[in-house]
């Protein structure tokens, strides 16, 4: 599979599913980590939005599921890659935000999700 076809795809599914399943929402953070790798990243406001994901990914997951990536990384990092990164980071600062107001969760996830979707739309805020 071709990285924005799965860009788009983990999008569509966040956005429809939310965070609530953690192994989409950690495929998603992990895909969309993999725009960062390519040489041709390198503007600040983009590396603060990588360097965002990886400490999101980190704090809310600190023992990864076991996720497969079946995508090829981008060999370039061009306007398409970027908008539709920033449309995945965009859905997952969203699901976040949501799932920090559910009741049921306890409260050091909820703030963890809280604090998880302000990073993530400040970050994406540094890109548009």
Wanted: proline residues 6%; glycine residues 6%.
């Amino acid at each position: 599979m071709n990285y924005m076809t799965a860009l788009r795809q983990a999008t569509a599914q966040i956005q429809a599913a939310g965070v609530d399943d953690e192994a989409e929402a950690q495929a998603g953070l992990r895909l969309a980590c993999l725009a960062f790798r390519s040489p041709t990243a390198s503007d600040q406001a983009w590396a603060l939005l990588g360097l965002e994901l990886l400490s999101v990914l980190a704090e809310l997951y600190p023992d990864p599921a076991p996720v497969a990536i079946i995508a090829a990384q981008p060999s370039t990092v061009g306007p398409p890659v970027r908008a539709a990164v920033f449309d995945l980071v965009r859905v997952l600062a969203e699901g976040y935000e949501r799932a920090s107001a559910q009741p049921q969760l306890a409260s050091g996830r909820r703030f963890a999700y809280a604090g998880a979707a302000s990073r993530l739309h400040s970050a994406a805020r540094g890109l548009a």
